[in-house]
């Protein structure tokens, strides 16, 4: 289970971003974040996996207090945890295969992560990552050569192969169109119903968070407005989380 505890987040002593956070996930949730734009949904997530550090509160995976773990305990809990960006965070003149192996590396011992030093079974699996997200063929092209839509399912084998338990995605359709925003919010439900991983994604689009997400966790400066059941929000709920 996720769990956050009277989070509070304040930037440069004077932004406030969140306050009185307290939310539980469980274990193979799928949980869409809405609200509007400034009203704290990446730092939540971002709070999530420490990428952000709150100014107050508790943050626990599964019993572990993220706060107070070393930066050994970190690291290997952030590999439990995969995040998914809204601008892919590829790196552009890499392969694809190469980009996907970088979710490997939360395995490896500084020595091997420094020089890249792969196993077969490092390339096995980040070779059935790809296949997963049907891009198998792009392996060995540069991955600037991709459109929008594949690199966001390069960036989601890169996270598989990480093998988390949860997955933080911050707006990873707000870039594409509509039908490539499908593709992937499916490649995410299947994440959740095929491999039981925990899913909390920001999403600006309400219909999309509808559609995939059984729970929404509606967010208003700062604070948490709603938190219920995808068919519970209501026009009135919106109104209030948009107003
Ligand atoms: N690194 C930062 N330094 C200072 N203030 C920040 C930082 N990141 C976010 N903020 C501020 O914190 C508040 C919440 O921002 P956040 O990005 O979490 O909201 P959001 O709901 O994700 O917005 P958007 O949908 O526009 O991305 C805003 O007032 C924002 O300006």
């Given at each position: 289970m996720l769990k956050a505890e009277n989070l509070k987040v304040i930037y440069d002593n004077?932004?406030?971003?969140?306050?009185d956070i307290n939310l539980k996930v469980g274990h193979g949730e799928f949980v869409g974040i809405i609200g509007s734009s400034g009203s704290g949904k990446s730092t939540l997530l971002k709070c999530m996996n420490l990428l952000v550090r709150p100014t107050g509160g508790k943050i626990c995976l599964d019993d572990r207090d993220l706060m107070s773990l070393t930066s050994k305990g970190l690291r290997e809990i952030r590999r439990e945890i995969g995040f998914i960006f809204q601008d892919y965070n590829l790196i552009d003149r890499s392969t694809v295969i190469d980009n996907v192996l970088i979710g490997r590396l939360s395995y490896k011992t500084p020595f091997q992560s420094l020089f890249r030093i792969f196993s077969q079974d490092d390339y096995e699996r980040a070779q059935k990552a790809l296949s997963y997200v049907a891009l198998e063929e792009k392996m060995?092209?540069?991955?600037?050569?991709?459109s929008g839509g594949q690199k966001q399912r390069v960036a989601i084998a890169k996270t598989l192969c990480q093998r988390p338990k949860v997955m933080l995605a911050d707006?990873?359709?707000?870039?594409?169109d509509q039908a490539t925003a499908h593709l992937i919010m499916e490649y995410f439900r299947r994440a959740n119903q095929k491999k039981n991983i925990t899913i909390l994604i920001n999403l600006h689009d309400v219909k999309l968070a509808k559609t995939y997400c059984s729970r929404i966790i509606g967010l208003k400066k700062g604070s948490l407005v709603f938190d219920g059941k995808?068919?519970?929000?209501t026009d009135d709920i919106l109104k209030r989380i948009y107003a």
């Open positions: 004077k932004t406030l971003a969140l306050q060995y092209e540069r991955a600037d050569q991709l707006e990873p359709v707000a870039s594409l995808a068919g519970e929000l």
